[in-house]
């Protein structure tokens, strides 16, 4: 049974639909992306799945039980976790301060000081920057941050948007290879990206969003060999 | 003249920390939410009566009722949340503004019902306080230490306590808040509480000062407005400040002109303020 299952989703915002029959699946342990142009849909995608929004139509399963109409707050308890778009930490909170406010679900609060020692050893500036207020720092070591956060939550299911928006090639390339790492000690993650290329690189299966709907899937090699993506998203 | 300005300062000063906790629960309210809370006014006026009804029926000392006040505000205010507040949190503010009115009108009005509108009073004393030249009346020197201490002890639950932090994390961010497994809801209501509990603490405070009525929370609450917009809305220890401010200013223009000077001479400035520096003396919120 997969971790996560959309099964045709349909949402969006007041009268505005923006999802249009979304499936997609999980598996426990792998690395999924979530790819597509922008404005078809991946993070209200994600949105839906957390609880952000509601799904006009069709369910979200987790592990096999039906969460389509929970908040996001009780699917964070339940290990379903964001990382949202744009960081949105708590920026007049220091770095410390956003990691323990990201343990607060029960099952992360047991584990809360081995996993903040996990997150200093993946991203040892944060532990420099305990004490900082999170908004006064860099892009990179904002994302850094929020990614960290999300680890605090024990999550069974990471997800990420857009994690290199806006960041340096350089430290995109670093988080991305971070993220590698936390999926070779068994985290579940799915990944939201424009930048179809490295996350076709990184992933292990991958979903293409187009207008609302899924175009492609299969595994992130297949995906990328696939000449319809080269032409429309790799500029082959 | 020195020791009569010596004694308005001070006077000024220990009043000024009473209307600054006052403040404080208004501030507190628009900072973790967006809402304006207008029936701020009314629920200091519950403070009052509890510490009164407390004396005067139960003959508990008034520094004792004013734990009975603090339970009926932060319960007041977690009901005024889920039944006036919460749906709608998120609409524009003169939702918030009419719904949070009409809380202020049904209390005024079941307020008058059972109470009337004539004035009442704690008659409790402590003695006088000398310090050096300055003798201060007993309660009113104890009132603004607790003023303070309560101010300690929410600012340490604000930065030392697991659900204070939420508090900081909700108004902060809301949305990520929940991304993190906080039940927004419940800590908004919390908020709520703590604000109005801040509001009948003052007015528990000022009723064993000053005589009032049911409608007395009203001018308190203008205080509050032009004290939240000296210190920086959403800012509580610039709400304590302006406290300070406005205090003073009640405390020093009798010395020098009419008494009815003072609330041109706080409007006048809640005006300037406004205009000249929007977001307070010690910054608002980020």
Known sequence: ?236 | MIDQLLASVTDGMLVGVVYGLAAMGLTLIFGVMNVINLAHGPIMALGMFTVYLAYTSLGLNPFLGLLLAAGLGLILGVIIYWGAVHRVIDAPHLSSLLSTFSVNMIIIGIGTAIFSTSFRNVDYSLGIVTIGPITVPGTRFTSALLALGITGLLYLFLYRTRPGKYVRAVSDNRTSAGLMGIASNRVLALSFGLGTMLAALAGGLIAMALPFTILSGGSYELKSFVIVVLGGLGNPIGALLGGVILGLIEGLVPVFTKITWVPVIEFVLFVLILLVRPQGLFGAKQ
């Open chain 1, 1 to 236: 049974m997969a971790l996560l299952e959309v099964r045709d989703v349909t949402s969006g915002y007041g009268e505005l639909q923006i999802l249009w029959g979304a499936s997609l699946t999980v598996e426990r342990g792998q690395l999924t992306a979530l790819v597509g142009s922008n404005g078809v849909g991946k993070t209200t995608l994600l949105r839906t799945i957390v609880g952000q929004i509601k799904p006009w139509q069709g369910k979200v399963f987790f592990n096999g039980q039906d969460v389509s109409k929970l908040p996001s707050y009780k699917k964070a308890e339940m290990g379903i976790v964001m990382v949202p778009e744009g960081r949105q930490l708590f920026t007049g909170m220091t770095v410390q301060e956003n990691l323990e406010m990201g343990a607060t679900p029960k099952r992360a609060r047991a584990k809360a000081a081995q996993n903040l020692e996990k997150v200093f050893t993946i991203f040892p500036r944060l532990k420099e920057r305990a004490t900082q207020k999170s908004g006064t720092m860099s892009g990179g070591e904002q994302q850094m941050l929020a990614v960290a956060r999300g680890i605090m939550a024990e999550p069974e299911i990471l997800m990420i948007d857009e994690l290199s928006l806006g960041l340096a090639p350089v430290l995109t390339l670093d988080l991305f290879q971070s993220l590698r790492r936390l999926r070779n000690e068994g985290l579940t993650i799915m990944l939201v990206e424009q930048n179809v290329r490295m996350a076709l690189k990184v992933s292990d299966y991958a979903f293409v969003l187009r207008e609302g709907k899924n175009e492609i899937h299969g595994p992130s090699k297949e995906v990328e060999q696939n000449a319809s993506v080269q032409a429309a998203y790799l500029g082959i």
